[in-house]
């Protein structure tokens, strides 16, 4: 399995180079195999640096692939995170037109910087009905589909939209029907009602993402969560931790972990 890290651009260290360098530049130091590049047009570090797929253009996309190459890191995975900020103002799906739009670019920027997949939800909007949003997500599906792109729903939001748990994305997933469409997991156990090693049993082969928090060997089995895991998925651990010093703990934890119960 792959190790990656979610990241945004941020401020450059040095004058003159991309504010995407200083994830690269750490990732690559901790040997990371990728990352997740976060899609959010205002970050923590401001404005000015933040990754928006409409601003980023065709030669800014040749320089990312070139950044990567040059630092030995793939852009593994992107996520759709401006929802969050959408959604406060438009929490009907009545007005999601414009939001829509932008995941269509989202899809066509994944597919530019030769991600896989491509993490999505719809923040705390509400669904209008269960019809209404397989209609929408099956037509988001057909467009990734056409460009090698895989959609993710993450799991632990679906519930905002009103239409049930991870039981009820599992049943949507199947009736989207499509090979680019599955669950993007992230268990918030000890928060959630699964464990780790549950939640994958039950999302099953429609796992298509994995996201993980700090590695937490107190309360979650791991040897349970692995075994899980190697019966359905063997693609990236995406750990989404944002405090960058304690990212080295984590990732040294991991990889014994692999090690130990590979």
């Given at each position: 399995?792959?190790?990656?890290?979610?990241?945004?651009?941020?401020?450059?260290?040095?004058?003159?180079?991309?504010?995407?360098?200083?994830?690269?530049?750490?990732?690559?130091?901790?040997g990371?195999?990728?990352?997740?590049?976060?899609?959010?047009?205002?970050?923590?570090?401001?404005?000015?640096?933040?990754?928006?797929?409409?601003?980023?253009?065709?030669?800014?996309r040749?320089?990312?692939?070139?950044?990567?190459?040059?630092?030995?890191?793939?852009?593994?995975?992107?996520?759709?995170?401006?929802?969050?900020?959408?959604?406060?103002?438009?929490?009907?799906?009545?007005?999601?037109?414009?939001?829509?739009?932008?995941?269509?670019?989202?899809?066509?920027?994944?597919?530019d910087?030769?991600?896989?997949?491509l993490?999505?939800?719809?923040g705390?909007?509400?669904?209008?009905?269960?019809?209404?949003?397989?209609?929408?997500?099956?037509?988001?599906?057909?467009?990734?589909?056409?460009?090698?792109?895989?959609?993710?729903f993450?799991?632990?939001v679906?519930?905002?939209?009103?239409?049930?748990?991870?039981?009820?994305?599992?049943?949507?997933?199947?009736?989207?029907?499509?090979?680019?469409?599955?669950?993007?997991?992230?268990?918030?156990?000890?928060?959630?009602?699964?464990?780790?090693?549950?939640?994958?049993?039950?999302?099953?082969r429609?796992?298509?993402?994995?996201?993980?928090?700090?590695?937490?060997?107190?309360?979650?089995?791991?040897?349970?969560?692995?075994?899980?895991?190697?019966?359905?998925?063997?693609?990236?651990?995406?750990?989404?931790?944002?405090?960058?010093?304690?990212?080295?703990?984590?990732?040294?934890?991991?990889?014994?972990?692999?090690?130990?119960?590979?």
């Amino acid at each position: 399995m792959k190790i990656g890290l979610r990241v945004s651009f941020s401020k450059p260290e040095k004058e003159g180079e991309h504010p995407f360098e200083p994830a690269l530049r750490f990732t690559s130091r901790l040997g990371l195999d990728g990352v997740e590049l976060c899609l959010d047009p205002i970050p923590p570090y401001g404005p000015e640096y933040g990754a928006w797929s409409e601003s980023i253009g065709p030669e800014e996309r040749k320089k990312i692939e070139e950044l990567c190459s040059t630092y030995g890191v793939e852009v593994a995975t992107l996520c759709s995170e401006w929802p969050w900020g959408y959604s406060q103002y438009c929490r009907d799906f009545r007005h999601w037109a414009r939001g829509l739009e932008i995941l269509r670019e989202d899809i066509k920027l994944t597919a530019d910087l030769g991600a896989s997949v491509l993490l999505i939800h719809f923040g705390a909007s509400k669904a209008q009905s269960w019809e209404g949003m397989r209609k929408i997500l099956r037509e988001l599906s057909e467009e990734a589909e056409s460009l090698g792109v895989v959609l993710g729903f993450e799991g632990g939001v679906w519930a905002n939209l009103g239409l049930g748990g991870l039981k009820e994305l599992c049943k949507m997933v199947d009736e989207v029907g499509s090979p680019s469409f599955g669950v993007y997991e992230h268990c918030y156990w000890p928060r959630g009602n699964l464990q780790p090693h549950e939640e994958i049993e039950l999302v099953g082969r429609r796992i298509v993402g994995l996201h993980s928090g700090r590695i937490d060997p107190k309360n979650v089995d791991y040897d349970l969560m692995l075994k899980a895991l190697k019966k359905y998925y063997d693609r990236y651990w995406i750990f989404e931790i944002d405090e960058m010093g304690e990212v080295e703990e984590s990732l040294r934890l991991l990889r014994e972990l692999l090690l130990k119960y590979s």
